[in-house]
């Protein structure tokens, strides 16, 4: 859908760009040749109106002329500025919720053809901590939002029952790595949201911690330090991984991957309800679209459902 979105955007901002270049320069100088000799035809001056009903211009080329500088700003903004997206899901919570509507920044990674995605200006790298906006590598016409946890060359591990993830910098298949990435956990805590199971009733449901829902288990929170980058984790007590799931990388025991050169290991902080590079592997380069940096609009919504109220208190940036 984005990408026929953009598509469109680029289209119809060539259409409308060519009707305003034809009008600019080819029907314009006419109406003025026209408008000239009316008024020398006469002896009295023609008001404005008069010379305007003179080489009147055609509506659909006042039209398409008139939307191109906003069809090109926004394509401008849209394509190397910020862009937004929507969170569909709750694999990021309790960082980014089900209804917020954020602004990714499209110039983090590199400027990039609207179509393609190719890149015309690098400008730089994600970092272990940034929540990145990028293409699904299995269906690149998918868009999915997670935190980078490995950098290219890291030797990522994740320990299914503690629930942590270890991180060894500047590895290769092959060579022992001694270095790690300071990684800190806090202590476990109840966590603010309580999620529910079922085809027809399943969702996350902000409960205080001293009330409950029917039906509904208890999230559990904490605080994972990924060297610099401070945020909460959720996980769900009645979980547990299935490490047969994972991918399994040749030469590498199930849990531990080692990133090849230009793609990115990504978690989701939602760490039971996150379809991430445990089960389908690395992010290339070329898939990334952008730094998400600002929430700029929130609604309390469930997943697949019409929302019903507006959080104000989430606008702002992402933490």
Known sequence: MANMFALILVVATLITGLLWCLDKFVFAPKRRAQQEAAQAAVTEPLDKKS????????????????????????????SFIYEPFQIPSGSMMPTLLVGDFILVEKFSYGIKDPLFQKTLIETGHPKRGDIVVFKYPRNPSVDYIKRVVGLPGDRVSYDPLAKEVSVAPNCSSGQACDRQVPIVYSGIEPADFMQTFGQRSSGF???????????????????ESLGEIAHRILMVPIAQDQPGAYYRQSGQSAGTWIVPPGQYFMMGDNRDNSEDSRYWGFVPEKNLVGKAVAIWMSFEKQQGEWPTGVRLSRIGGIH
């Not at 080489?55 to 401008?76: C, D, H, M, Q, R």
């Not at 449901?205 to 605080?223: M, N």
């Open 205 to 223: 449901w902000p409960v205080p911690k001293d009330e409950t829902k029917e039906g509904a288990t208890r999230l559990l929170e904490r605080q």
């Open 51 to 78: 010379l305007k009903k003179v080489g009147a211009k055609p509506g659909w080329l006042e039209t398409g002329a008139s939307i191109f500088p906003v069809l090109a700003v926004v394509l401008v903004v849209r």
